[in-house]
């Protein structure tokens, strides 16, 4: 059993790429250090991860099939799923192999596989876009937490920044603690540290004393317009999950409890 050993990137796994054809043996399984070997392991090879090596697969893969299919590798890399590595792999293998396209072949289990895949964190960046709530902090900027099953957030960041170009915005990934801000001119990767001043933002709401000084009532008042337009009797909970993700609620400002609203009035 051939094994290759690579860094979990993307450049490394087209870096294997070109080894396997340079060397002439392909793998049975891309591992990373620290992974159980196989029991029967005939040969060990340790990729270097390689930019130079990587782009020329990555030139190559651009004649063989389309720019959409491209992206859909590109995507479903982003699932995270422990098979996703050796799939795309095969893929990619037989994309440079046959003599034409193979992104329609869905009688290829690989394809079909992979293309279940993107369906899947697709999906995952539609409901991101769906269900972000801003919180609005005391410095104008505005703050959304969530986490999502699959690495979708990258896919988000232009939708972001057209729709709300002209408002600094923090978007973060509580699974993977990592967000990208936005401060009007530039997105920029960020990550919070947990012993950081910000590490209350690991908790995904904004600390009151942080908050704008009107987003309280404004949650309050949106809390309150959702429960009153909710109508029990036409209350499914098995499509509101499937429509809704359970792991977005705590994040959803409608999801909160509804505080009573007590507004002054100097009458």
Not at 133 to 158: C, H, I, M, S, W
Not at 162 to 172: G, L, M, S, T
Not at 200 to 220: N, P, V, Y
Request: aromatic content about 14%.
């Amino acid at each position: 059993m051939n094994v290759y050993l690579y860094d979990k990137t993307f450049d490394g796994l087209l870096t294997a790429v070109f080894d396997a054809y340079f060397r002439k043996t392909f793998p049975d399984a891309l591992l990373s250090e620290g992974d159980t070997l196989p029991l029967f392991c005939d040969d060990l090879h340790t990729v270097v991860t390689d930019e130079e090596k990587a782009a020329r697969v990555w030139r190559g893969l651009q004649n063989k099939v389309s720019s959409f299919a491209l992206g859909c590798l590109t995507q479903s890399w982003l699932s995270e799923l422990p098979e996703v590595g050796i799939l795309i792999f095969r893929y990619i293998r037989k994309a440079i192999d046959a003599p034409r396209s193979i992104e329609t072949n869905f009688a290829d289990p690989d394809v079909l596989r992979l293309a279940q895949i993107w369906k899947k964190v697709d999906g995952e960046r539609v409901h991101i876009m769906q269900f972000v709530r801003f919180q609005k902090a005391a410095d104008g900027t505005f703050f959304a937490a969530f986490e999502p099953q699959y690495n979708a957030l990258p896919l988000t960041v232009q939708h972001f920044k057209d729709r709300f170009a002209n408002q600094k915005w923090i978007i973060y990934d509580m699974k993977r603690r990592y967000g990208f801000y936005y401060d009007l001119q530039e997105v920029t990767l960020i990550s919070f540290d947990d012993d950081s001043r910000e590490a209350h933002l690991i908790t995904g709401m904004l600390d009151e004393s942080l908050m704008d000084k009107d987003e309280k009532l404004f949650q309050q008042l949106w809390k309150t317009y959702f429960k009153a337009i909710c109508i029990k009797e036409r209350m499914n909970p098995r499509k509101h999950k499937q429509d809704m993700p359970v792991r977005y609620w705590k994040y959803l400002t409608e999801k909160q409890k509804v505080v009573p609203l007590q507004i002054k009035t100097d009458f």
